[in-house]
């Protein structure tokens, strides 16, 4: 894996922050007034993606708007939260962020997230500072599993794709990463459990066993 390890970046969701339940509980909380849920098995379904929930619900359910408007206010309201301090950095975070920087090795974050929202989250568990590329949604035209947000992180830090380590948590994150021509470490989490994480070269329990000296070594 050292293969000289030049540059690590980080996915979000799930991999810094939990923020799944607390999505999942915004969709809902906005589908409520139509008497209308979206099933758990569903969201998790499209974790890591680019894909909208309100790409499926708005249509399928016939609700009085559209995609956008729902999506403005899912994302708006995500951030009311995040701001109101609702989102924690998982275990592990401010450790592995340390170890790479005692390093000396750039820092990048490629999200399929909104940027507004990224950088809120960021800013609230203390960490923004330390990235030195942050490529979310609004940056490329196609989002994981396309290499395109793995390609331009790389492309922002100065380092070649196969120098870089992808630290994600989804297979569409995964897909991504090996796209690009990158290695990629995968952290397992409670909803990616049962996926088939076989793109990554290298499965964590939690971020919190994440070493980059030993890392560095094979």
């Not at 708006?76 to 924690?88: D, I, M, N, P």
Request: proline content about 5%; glycine content about 8%; overall charge negative.
């Amino acid at each position: 894996m050292s293969a000289a390890i030049a540059a690590v970046i980080f996915d979000l969701d799930g991999v810094l922050v939990d923020s799944e339940p607390l999505g999942y509980q915004v969709v809902n909380d906005i589908l409520a007034p139509f008497a209308v849920t979206m099933d758990w098995e569903d969201y998790v379904s499209i974790i890591g993606t680019t894909i909208s929930p309100w790409d499926v619900l708005v249509t399928q359910h016939k609700l009085p708007g559209t995609r956008q408007d729902f999506s403005d206010r899912f994302w708006g309201e995500l951030e009311r939260r995040v701001a109101a301090g609702e989102l924690a950095a998982k275990a592990g975070v401010h450790s592995a962020i340390d170890q790479v920087q005692r390093q000396g090795l750039p820092l990048g974050l490629a999200s399929s997230s909104r940027r507004s929202y990224v950088t809120g989250v960021l800013s609230s568990i203390g960490v923004i500072a330390a990235f030195g590329a942050i490529v979310c949604r609004e940056d490329v035209v196609t989002g994981k599993p396309d290499p395109a947000p793995y390609l331009e992180t790389a492309s922002r830090l100065g380092v070649e794709p196969a120098g870089c380590l992808a630290v994600e948590d989804s297979p569409a994150g995964l897909a991504s990463a090996r796209a690009a021509g990158m290695r990629a470490l995968a952290v397992r989490t409670v909803y990616t459990r049962g996926a088939d994480l076989w793109e990554a070269d290298l499965i964590l329990p939690s971020l919190e066993a994440f070493s980059l000296a030993d890392l560095l070594k094979h």
